[in-house]
Protein backbone atom coordinates (compact mmCIF):
# COMPACT_ATOMS: atom_id res chain seq x y z
CA UNK A 1 0.00 0.00 0.00
CA UNK A 2 1.65 3.23 -0.82
CA UNK A 3 2.05 6.12 2.46
CA UNK A 4 2.08 8.85 -0.30
CA UNK A 5 1.14 9.81 -3.35
CA UNK A 6 3.36 12.55 -5.25
CA UNK A 7 2.23 15.12 -7.47
CA UNK A 8 4.93 17.00 -9.22
CA UNK A 9 4.80 20.06 -10.86
CA UNK A 10 5.55 21.17 -14.53
CA UNK A 11 8.47 23.03 -12.81
CA UNK A 12 9.68 20.25 -11.08
CA UNK A 13 9.32 17.78 -14.44
CA UNK A 14 11.45 21.20 -16.37
CA UNK A 15 13.84 21.24 -13.99
CA UNK A 16 14.42 17.38 -13.40
CA UNK A 17 14.84 17.27 -16.94
CA UNK A 18 18.12 19.23 -16.95
CA UNK A 19 19.43 16.79 -14.51
CA UNK A 20 22.05 14.53 -15.39
CA UNK A 21 20.85 10.85 -15.73
CA UNK A 22 22.17 9.67 -12.70
CA UNK A 23 21.01 13.06 -10.66
CA UNK A 24 17.44 11.96 -12.11
CA UNK A 25 17.76 8.21 -11.23
CA UNK A 26 18.63 9.20 -7.47
CA UNK A 27 15.90 11.90 -7.45
CA UNK A 28 13.36 9.12 -8.73
CA UNK A 29 14.64 6.85 -6.41
CA UNK A 30 14.22 8.54 -3.37
CA UNK A 31 10.51 10.15 -5.05
CA UNK A 32 10.00 5.77 -5.00
CA UNK A 33 11.00 5.76 -1.64
CA UNK A 34 8.86 8.00 -0.03
CA UNK A 35 5.24 6.99 -2.16
CA UNK A 36 6.27 3.26 -1.13
CA UNK A 37 7.39 3.32 2.31
CA UNK A 38 7.43 6.85 3.71
CA UNK A 39 10.61 7.15 3.99
CA UNK A 40 11.83 10.62 3.46
CA UNK A 41 15.36 10.19 4.17
CA UNK A 42 17.54 13.45 4.98
CA UNK A 43 15.11 16.34 4.89
CA UNK A 44 14.43 19.40 7.13
CA UNK A 45 11.98 22.08 7.26
CA UNK A 46 12.67 25.22 5.79
CA UNK A 47 9.15 27.17 6.84
CA UNK A 48 8.56 28.57 10.05
CA UNK A 49 5.36 26.85 9.64
CA UNK A 50 6.61 23.60 8.93
CA UNK A 51 4.56 23.78 5.81
CA UNK A 52 7.67 23.41 3.46
CA UNK A 53 10.18 21.21 3.57
CA UNK A 54 13.81 20.27 1.34
CA UNK A 55 14.68 16.46 0.39
CA UNK A 56 18.85 17.37 0.99
CA UNK A 57 21.47 15.16 -0.58
CA UNK A 58 25.12 15.25 0.35
CA UNK A 59 25.97 16.54 -2.85
CA UNK A 60 24.24 19.81 -1.68
CA UNK A 61 20.93 18.87 -4.26
CA UNK A 62 17.99 20.49 -2.83
CA UNK A 63 14.32 19.68 -3.59
CA UNK A 64 11.22 21.26 -2.14
CA UNK A 65 8.03 20.11 -1.16
CA UNK A 66 4.91 20.85 0.74
CA UNK A 67 2.58 18.30 2.63
CA UNK A 68 -0.97 19.35 1.15
CA UNK A 69 -3.73 17.05 2.49
CA UNK A 70 -4.04 15.10 -0.62
CA UNK A 71 -0.20 14.39 -0.84
CA UNK A 72 3.26 16.24 -1.42
CA UNK A 73 4.00 18.49 -3.78
CA UNK A 74 7.69 18.73 -5.46
CA UNK A 75 9.08 21.81 -6.85
CA UNK A 76 12.21 23.24 -7.61
CA UNK A 77 13.19 25.50 -7.66
CA UNK A 78 11.67 26.08 -3.80
CA UNK A 79 8.30 28.08 -3.50
CA UNK A 80 9.22 30.02 -0.33
CA UNK A 81 6.38 32.01 -0.40
CA UNK A 82 3.62 32.87 1.78
CA UNK A 83 1.08 29.60 1.62
Known amino acids: MKKYEILLTLEFEEWEDTQTKKSQSQIDDRLAAIAAEGHFG ?28 YGHILTNPPILSKF
Open 42 to 69: DHKSVSDDDSVWELRWANGRRVSNCSIK
